[in-house]
């Protein structure tokens, strides 16, 4: 079984602020975690994954993500915010095992970021 | 590649009625899935499939039905609508190793 908690449904920061959008993870085995960014009325566009290469991982946009086991998360981070950040951001595990399971993607519950002037 | 698309974009229904919701893609992925998208819950899975002839639920398959005759096609079946299955649906597909790419997404309305 596998499970995402996104801490925070809302995490507002001012333009040029750090992004902290925190993700805790349960797999019970070794995962390929993800990051997607929707922005409004629109589907779902990847950010960045990880699939058991590096533990840091960097995406589009300049987000980053770092894979940390002993903790089970998978935040993700920006230095510096821009407005055109402000969307909804879900981060998601797989496992990769294999079997017909393979492939299923368990999302969080999201998090809406706001950006302000 | 057109990517994942969906069809239609917006729909309205009244409870009791069906329809089906239509899903293609033409990257020959070999998995496809669907979600459903519900405020504060994030996506849920619904049924999915791992290839042609293929498929299996989710987390939340009940009155929903999904067939794969064909690799490209992922057809999503309401079979007698009711208004907890308005949502915002979203199909998915992706090839073994690769990421879920999203199609852009099916917003249904039951009265």
């Known amino acids: 079984a596998q499970s995402v908690t996104q801490l925070g449904s809302h995490v507002s920061v001012s333009e040029g602020a750090l992004v902290l959008l925190r993700c805790n993870y349960s797999?019970?085995?070794?995962?390929?975690l993800f990051w997607y960014v929707q922005y409004p009325n629109q589907g779902l566009q990847l950010l960045l994954k990880?699939?058991?290469?590096?533990?840091l991982v960097k995406g589009i946009n300049g987000f980053e993500a770092e894979f940390k086991k002993s903790e089970t998360s998978f935040h993700l981070t920006k230095p510096s915010a821009h407005m055109s950040d402000a969307a909804e951001y879900f981060c998601?595990?797989?496992?990769?095992?294999?079997?017909?399971?393979?492939?299923?993607?368990?999302f969080g519950q999201g998090t809406i970021l706001t950006v302000h002037p | 590649n057109a990517g994942v698309t969906q069809t239609p974009k917006f729909q309205v229904l009244k409870t009791g009625q069906s329809m089906t919701l239509q899903c293609a893609q033409d990257?020959?992925?070999?998995?496809m899935s669907w979600y459903r998208q519900d405020p504060g819950m994030g996506l849920r899975l619904i049924h999915y499939?791992?290839?042609?002839?293929?498929?299996d639920q989710g987390e939340v398959p009940n009155g929903y039905n999904v067939s794969r005759s064909t690799t490209e096609d992922f057809p999503l079946r309401l079979l007698s609508a009711a208004p907890s299955q308005t949502s915002v649906y979203f199909c998915?597909?992706?090839?073994?190793?690769?990421?879920?790419?999203f199609g852009p997404g099916t917003r249904l309305t039951v009265l």
């Open positions: 998915a597909s992706r090839s073994a190793g690769g990421p879920q790419a």
């Open positions: 797999s019970s085995v070794p995962p390929y």
């Open positions: 990880y699939t058991s290469a590096a533990t």
């Open positions: 998601a595990v797989s496992n990769n095992a294999g079997g017909t399971s393979y492939g299923k993607l368990t």
């Open positions: 990257m020959n992925h070999e998995y």
């Open positions: 499939s791992v290839g042609a002839g293929i498929t």
